[in-house]
């Protein structure tokens, strides 16, 4: 039977239920062990991750923010904040995000790599003015690899910049899923 006040087995509940994608409850029950334990840091970031895959990336970033705040210092956070931001289409506050991640930590290749696709497909936006005027020229995706200098990472960061490009270009042209099924359907 199941302690009503045991914050901890209700996070245990949700990421068991969020390993097997039962979103709902994992939800709910992530909920619950927050309410009885608003600073259960664990149980707020498997919400965050839990909200992000149920498409709700705005209810994700107020739970990193919140852990933020509490721990700036958490690097892998900024990095997770930064995807939700990206799925929320906020360029500049993922970007700052993975600068910042990048910054803590230089070995987290991931948010390194994201920060340079960013600077690759939307430079101008990430620096541009207040009045959205450009400030620097664009980078070009072939400094990435000229920064890196790593050609096995360098493989592999094509590949997911392909992707990553692709998913961007979509999305801007096709922003429900459903209108995307309808265009590969037609």
């Not at 909920?31 to 009885?36: F, G, K, T, V, Y």
Request: aromatic share 8%.
């Amino acid at each position: 039977k199941l302690d009503k006040t045991d914050y901890r087995a209700f996070n245990s509940l949700g990421m068991i239920e969020l390993r097997n994608n039962l979103l709902p409850g994992a939800l709910d029950h992530l909920s619950m062990a927050i309410s009885l334990k608003p600073n259960y840091f664990s149980a707020r970031i498997n919400r965050a991750h839990a909200e992000r895959l149920m498409g709700n990336p705005g209810a994700a970033v107020m739970d990193y923010d919140f852990v933020l705040e509490h721990n700036p210092h958490w690097t892998a956070i900024y990095a997770y904040r930064g995807e939700a931001k990206l799925e929320q289409r906020d360029y500049r506050g993922a970007y700052r995000d993975f600068c910042r991640a990048n910054a803590q930590d230089p070995g987290l290749e991931e948010a390194g790599l994201k920060k340079q696709l960013l600077e690759a497909e939307h430079g101008d936006l990430l620096t541009a003015d207040a009045a959205g005027h450009p400030t620097a020229p664009r980078r070009g995706f072939g400094l990435m690899f000229n920064f890196l200098g790593r050609l096995k990472l360098a493989i592999a960061s094509f590949l997911g910049h392909a992707v990553l490009l692709l998913l961007l270009r979509v999305g801007d042209l096709v922003p429900d899923l459903d209108d995307l099924i309808g265009l590969v359907q037609a």
